[in-house]
């Protein structure tokens, strides 16, 4: 018998262009290789379910995405080369239609409102059993959305809040790095009253007194991330 083997990196799997009646065909996204085995092993013991491809950063996951298009891709949130928000965003763009659940061991408010405002239709850790996460593929292949109840209550309380805009986070990464005003206008080539205008904006968006508890709450919710210091 001849066993068939596959490397660390991306693959797709032998009979993946053939499409068996009632079997959902999915693409594992994720850069650690024994996860995308244990996952392999899982899916590939559940009846009606097939791994069909494999992808280990961002940029092979879109392109087999486009090229084996699957009913769902399994994808972690942090890739390497291009991130798990920035694969839902292309992919979405290309196939509206996309079934996407994530599947990290990151769970921050900010990467999950990006990525369920991307078009990511599931949001699920690493650690959930068997039985739910068959659960959780079935209802994002039928185009449901499935998050836990503790994360849809995040969401939808975050959802009651005014964003931060792309400036504003800006700002907020180099006042977590300690930086002051009149420097951070020199980074951005702007005013020091300019940013002062920016520094106040997110702290009457985010509800907090001063630039400390600014970046406490953020840091505590994945608005900043701890790479970004």
Known sequence: MTTQKYGANSSTLPGNNART????????????????????????????????GEASDGDEAVELYRKLRPDVLLLDLRMPKKGGIEVVRSVRQEFSDARILIVTSYQTEEEIFQVLQAGALGYTLKDLGREMLVDAIQTVCAGKRW???????????????????????????????????????????????????????????????????????????????????
Do not use: M, W
Request: glycine share 6%; net charge neutral.
């Open 21 to 52: 009646p009632g079997t959902v065909r999915i693409l594992v996204a994720d850069d650690h290789l024994v996860y995308r085995i244990g996952i392999r092993s899982l899916i590939g013991s559940e009846p009606g379910f097939e791994v069909v």
């Open 147 to 229: 998050v836990s109840s503790a994360i849809e209550r995040q969401f939808a309380d975050r959802g009651l809040r005014t964003p931060l805009t792309a400036r504003e986070i800006e700002v907020l990464k180099l006042l977590a790095r300690g930086l002051t005003n009149r420097e951070i206008a020199h980074v951005f080539h702007i005013s020091a009253s300019t940013v002062k205008n920016h520094v106040n904006s997110l702290l009457a968006k985010l509800e907090v007194a001063d630039r400390t508890e600014a970046v406490s709450f953020c840091l505590s919710r994945g608005i900043v991330l701890p790479e970004d210091l």
